[in-house]
């Protein structure tokens, strides 16, 4: 294998995922008028937790980075740069840009009590004949991709209609 001999420039992306993220939103609907949007409030990094991962992750990513296997890349650190070394600085930078990574769950929580928006058969309370069989029944994000679980979800839900 042979190597160029020309600098060699490194860019990447650094996304932060965890099998389960404390901090919690909200989707409110706000109008009987089905066109009005809801309010959505992620609510990204309110719990400490979440900010300690983040902050762990990008120590970890600096320490990969700065290592003697990658000197020759030359890789240079553009956001929040290296400049930027105190906690609260990092914790900053991560509650401005850092966000979802378009898998969100949970907002018609399941159950079998009063507050839940669906039962364990995907039954809408109050509104006969409407199922729900997506990502917004299941309670937390997976650790995995939410698509098998929402192929399983879907799964169960035709079952659930064949026998009905």
């Known amino acids: 294998m042979s190597r160029s001999t020309a600098s060699p420039t490194a860019h990447s992306r650094s996304s932060r995922t965890t099998g389960s993220c404390a901090s919690r939103g909200s989707l409110r609907i706000t109008s009987a008028d089905p066109y009005t949007p809801p309010v959505i409030d992620p609510r990204y990094f309110t719990e400490e937790e979440d900010v300690r991962a983040v902050l762990s992750g990008i120590a970890t990513a600096r320490r990969i980075a700065g ?98």
């Not at 930027?84 to 991560?94: L, P």
Request: proline share 4%; glycine share 8%.
């Open 67 to 164: 290592s003697s296997a990658l000197a020759e890349w030359g890789i240079e650190e553009v956001s929040p740069g290296l400049t930027t070394v105190d906690e609260e600085s990092i914790a900053d930078y991560a509650r401005t840009y850092f966000g979802s990574y378009c898998h969100p769950v949970g907002t018609c929580m399941m159950g079998e009590d009063e507050v839940s928006v669906v039962d364990s058969a995907l039954r809408v309370r109050g509104l006969e004949g409407l199922r729900v069989a997506d990502a917004s029944v299941i309670p937390s994000i997976p650790s995995n991709n939410t698509n098998a679980t929402v192929y399983a979800i879907a799964e169960r839900a035709a079952d659930l209609l064949r026998r009905s």
